[in-house]
């Protein structure tokens, strides 16, 4: 039998109930909400989405939504410390589209990086983490110039370990360790320098999405070809989408490029 909104709304009400929790349900929107009694803050649950993954892993889906609601709802209640959690900030990249405020409308700490991509930054807090926003940082007294000297030292304090593939006589490179910071190790220009100084082509760099970092030596017109239909792959499959552009990496700077086909990329 066909399960239905109201079914898997009743199974959700198994899944969320705590005393300090309240849900609801709009049934036009098919959307369930769990959020704290106390500071209404909640998270939204799109009742057909979780449907279509319970029809295909079952009980499995619902445990794992249980595990990240609860979490995302841990973290809405919980207040985070910088001080002494120096060793767990680490930038994080994102679109230039991303938000640039809370929900709550508070300001996100970020720098801009490219004309693709912006830096933010988190505090880790093990199973996820927390962007910092200006409140965090007024609070604890801490600059911006602190803070981003912190993450990144800590983001090249992470193992690089790529995998390597040759494709039509070029060499690509992939780092995707899926600890979030995947893409942020793009921010290892020691990483860079070192990968430019064994390059036999030109180094152009991708991140397609948070979870991979792409870094390739380029040595022929295949290469370009190879490396935007990769880029483009992974920015469709990705979990948080950044830029399916690559970037040319001279000098320490990365140039955003639009790659023809057969040719070489137009900065």
């Known amino acids: 039998m066909k399960m239905t909104s109201i079914k898997m709304k009743r199974k959700l009400d198994e899944l969320f109930t705590r ?4 849900v609801s349900f709009n049934r ?18 799109n009742i057909p989405n979780v449907i279509a993954k319970y029809e295909r892993r079952g009980d499995i889906a619902l445990e794992e939504l249980q595990f990240h609601v609860s979490e995302s709802l841990k973290m809405m209640n919980e207040e985070h410390q ?22 709550s409308g508070t300001a996100l700490v970020y720098t801009e990086h490219t004309a693709e991509t912006n830096i933010y930054y988190a505090l880790d807090l ?5 962007l910092i ?3 965090m940082l007024n609070e604890q007294g801490w600059s911006y110039e602190r803070l981003k000297e912190i993450s ?3 983001i090249r304090s992470l193992d690089v370990n790529p995998k390597k593939d040759i494709v039509a006589e070029n060499d690509f490179y992939f780092i995707a360790t899926q600890d979030g910071y995947d893409a942020s190790r793009i921010l290892n220009e020691a990483f860079l320098e070192e990968m430019k100084a064994n390059a036999v082509g030109e180094i152009l760099v991708a991140v397609p ?15 370009y070809d190879i490396l935007a239909q990769m880029t483009m792959k992974f920015f469709a ?21 639009f790659i023809l086909a057969k040719n070489k990329p137009e900065k």
Request: glycine share 6%.
């Open 19 to 22: 005393d300090d929790w309240r």
């Open 152 to 154: 990144l030292f800590n």
């Open 237 to 257: 499959e990705g979990r948080v989408p950044i830029t399916s552009l690559p970037f040319a990496y001279d000098e320490k700077h990365l140039e955003p490029v």
């Open 133 to 135: 926003d200006e409140n």
């Open 126 to 130: 093990g199973t996820t983490y927390q």
């Open 209 to 223: 999405h948070q979870d991979v970092l792409i870094v390739a030596d380029v040595k022929n017109k295949m290469g």
């Open 28 to 45: 036009d929107k098919d959307i369930y909400r769990v959020e704290w009694k106390d500071t209404k803050q909640g998270v939204k649950i």
């Open 82 to 103: 910088l001080e002494g959690k120096e060793k767990h900030i680490y930038p994080v990249i994102r679109a230039t589209s991303f938000p640039k405020k809370t929900k």
